[in-house]
């Protein structure tokens, strides 16, 4: 399984930017999915969530009403639209697939239950 992260940039405070993460090798339509970041020194944070089919998603509150995560099954593709950023939303942004149809409760939060991560986009926020 390959991801493929990309939409990453710099940016104004208040600014948006929309990252895309391409899945292949898989059975993407079958897979949940989930955003994280991660910073210097931090562990990796659970940014959002979304199943299989796109109905139920899950978002960190510290991004919840700014984040939307969506996802397109016939181009394999997720996304995480950004809007109203924060200095603090300053990071590496990791696509990554959820082994079943969707992830439960605090199982979305945790890393280790992702089995596959793409490379990374850097998000740099500017105040």
């Known amino acids: 399984v390959q991801l493929q992260a990309s939409g990453g940039g710099s940016v104004q405070a208040g600014g948006s930017l929309m990252l895309s993460c391409v899945a292949s090798?898989?059975?993407?339509?079958?897979?949940?999915m989930g955003w994280f970041r991660q910073t210097p020194g931090k562990e990796r944070e659970f940014v959002a969530a979304?199943?299989?089919?796109?109905?139920?998603?899950h978002y960190a509150d510290s991004v919840r009403g700014r984040f939307t995560i969506s996802r397109d099954n016939p181009k394999n593709t997720a996304y995480l639209q950004m809007n109203s950023l924060k200095p603090e939303d300053t990071a590496v942004y990791y696509c990554?697939?959820?082994?079943?149809?969707?992830?439960?409760?605090?199982?979305?939060?945790?890393?280790?239950?992702?089995?596959?991560w793409g490379q990374g986009t850097l998000v740099t926020v500017s105040s």
């Open positions: 990554a697939t959820y082994p079943t149809y969707y992830c439960s409760g605090f199982e979305c939060y945790d890393p280790a239950e992702y089995d596959y």
């Open positions: 090798g898989r059975t993407f339509s079958k897979i949940g």
């Open positions: 979304i199943s299989w089919t796109g109905s139920t998603t």
